[in-house]
């Protein structure tokens, strides 16, 4: 581009010394003009992404349709710890991930679905769902009631989220800064720290945190210390921490461990 | 009243030496973080991420790219003014320049040059560059900061140090004079001993000296013995053997 743009200059000058028009303010204006060009980046290719046919977030139901709604423990283990499934990217290029463990109401999806769905251009965008709707039975006593008389009834279901989930997926043929604003908008409202991610930005993460592992200098890793049962240790540790080697407490991540 | 005073002697019943109460009660609570046993917080701080050593900065050593670059022609033609500098001055004299203006230098040079001495700027990576591969390697040292090379064919001291005593910013480091590096105090010596022909004369007034004492001891035997035989031919005359009748 800016070679043609030079040579047409110079094909301009040559044209001006061959009718012998060459004088000196002519000749700085020419070189001005070229200084003043400017090499614009080159927008990102869109060409390979394809947009669903329905690109909105679904409605997700706020009860799960069950034959025999059965009544459930708390299972604290489905908030602690890392995430197992949906902790990479399928189709999107951003998302909402979970610094945290939680329970997602479905007013907090409900939420989520209306803000994405109307703030995102349908157009060009589209989002995806990377949880299931709420499974998990909540029971709650009713008001006034005395206690005993066994567990209450159900009263409604969450969603467990663990650390390093993503929730919501975005892509197509956006940038990071046209849809970061409605996320952290967003993931703000999450009952547990959340963050927006990119790809890119997420695999450099678990890159950091795999480097981490490989350079760390200390000789002393907890993993070793709690398997092996050191000084008794393990008296004061949970079995959780032989899993999670120190990195959680319950549902807390706990940042720049290894 | 016994018993009170006793207990201290007693073995104590129902106490337990230090035991830690737990609570196994309300795990349930999610929404603080269950404070650490001391101990896992022992283990905790002891099992502390420690990131490998930083490498060194970048721009800390100079690399093999910065090396090439160096050489470009305006260094190699200072180079080769260098050598023949080196080549050619038998005084090589480094100074330092504290913050001299425009108009003392001036000055200086002018005072130098009606002795014959030049003042001379090099730039300090070049010249250290150039002294590193030269055999007048042990100068590099002197070549730190704002400096000056003072330099003249012959080896006029004196005068250089005469003329750097008169202007205050110039410090002198140190010289090369006839391939040998000499310091500040070294300098000043070297200013106090005098000329090669003086002591050339000295020496030449001193052999010649040796060769006429030489001759006239050689010739003061002969003299002595030709005295001694002339009292003797005075004595054995008859005068005094007529003064000795008499």
Known sequence: MISLIKTAVGGLTGICRAHGHLNGPLNSHMKVLAAGLKTYEIPPDYSDVVLPDKPKLKFMNKVPNLKKAK????????????????????????????????????????????????????????????????????????????????????????????????????????ELGEVEQILTEVAKKLPFPAKVMSRESLEALQKKQADMEQNNQNPWTFKQIAQGNMLGIRKVLSPFDLHSHGCFTGKFHIPGRV | MAATLCVKYLPKQGWLPLTQSVRHGSKAVTRHRKPMHIHKQKLMAVTKYIPPPKAAPPGAYITATNRVQEENSLVILIKKDLEKLFQNCRMLAVVQNNASNAEDMRLLKHRLYKHGIYVRFFPNKVVQSFLSDSIYCNMAPLFIGPTAVVVSKEPKVKEMLMTLKSSPQMTLLGACIDNTLLSVQGVVHYSKLPSVAVVQGEFVSGLVMLTSNTASMLQRNPTHLSALLQQYIKQQSPESVVEKAT
Do not use: C
Not at chain 1, 110 to 127: G, H, P, Q
Not at chain 1, 153 to 162: K, S
């Open chain 1, 71 to 174: 009544k459930e423990m708390k299972k604290l283990r489905d908030i602690q710890g890392p995430a197992r499934a949906a902790n990479f990217f399928t189709t999107g290029q951003y998302a909402i991930v979970a610094m945290g463990g939680g329970y997602l109401h479905w007013g907090h999806l409900e939420m989520m679905r209306l803000t994405i769905n109307r703030k995102m251009d349908s157009r060009t965008t589209f989002a995806r769902w990377r949880i299931n709707s709420p499974y998990k039975p909540i029971t709650r006593k009713g008001l006034g009631q005395r206690m005993g008389g066994g567990k209450g009834a159900i009263d409604h279901y969450v969603t467990p989220v663990r650390y390093g989930r993503l929730i919501v997926e975005l892509g197509g043929k956006v």
